[in-house]
């Protein structure tokens, strides 16, 4: 695996480690205190959300990596609204996960990552000039930033709530 897909790995881990202990020291009953954006999602709601958008990815990485377009299963494009395409695909995300545990959500986010990970190391497979900074696939492989823009949403509502 060439050492630009390890570092996109390791930024990822490492964005993940920091979202994972912004979450550590909250109680259980505050994991699912609505409170983030203006549909008042909870810690597990954030959970849900990326767990999805990274098995989306994931997906979409080994089209990339087999020669096809990527696609995200059911992310429905809109040219028109495309945040209007997002916030259908987060609020469908949201739903899924009402029924389930905080461990369930904590399961599914650790096998989106892995299948993440592992659609990445298949990139390996391209010439890497394909997933070169800036290219699709490199933003499909890269996303530390978005943990990282949860976790930082997290810890600064914790110190809000003296948590």
């Given amino acids: 695996m060439t050492e630009a897909l390890e570092a996109i790995i390791e930024e990822n881990e490492q964005a993940r480690a920091e979202l994972l202990d912004a979450l550590d020291a909250l109680p259980a009953d505050r994991r699912v205190e609505g409170?983030?954006?203006?549909?008042?999602?909870?810690?597990?709601?954030?959970?849900?959300?990326?767990?999805?958008?990274?098995?989306?990815?994931?997906?979409?990485?080994?089209?990339?990596?087999?020669?096809?377009?990527?696609?995200?299963?059911?992310?429905?494009?809109?040219?028109?609204?495309?945040?209007?395409?997002?916030?259908?695909?987060?609020?469908?995300?949201?739903?899924?996960?009402?029924?389930?545990?905080?461990?369930?959500?904590l399961a599914h986010l650790r096998e989106a990552r892995e299948r993440h990970n592992e659609a990445i190391r298949g990139l390996d497979a391209l010439e890497p000039d394909r997933y070169a900074e800036g290219r699709t696939p490199y933003r499909l492989a890269a996303v530390a930033g978005h943990d990282r823009e949860h976790a930082e949403a997290i810890l600064a509502w914790r110190g809000e709530q003296g948590v």
């Fill in 35 to 105: 409170w983030f954006g203006p549909e008042a999602w909870s810690a597990k709601d954030i959970l849900a959300h990326i767990a999805r958008w990274q098995a989306g990815w994931a997906h979409a990485l080994g089209l990339v990596a087999s020669g096809e377009r990527p696609a995200i299963p059911e992310f429905e494009p809109n040219r028109d609204d495309p945040d209007a395409a997002d916030n259908a695909f987060n609020a469908e995300s949201v739903a899924r996960s009402g029924d389930q545990s905080w461990e369930q959500v």
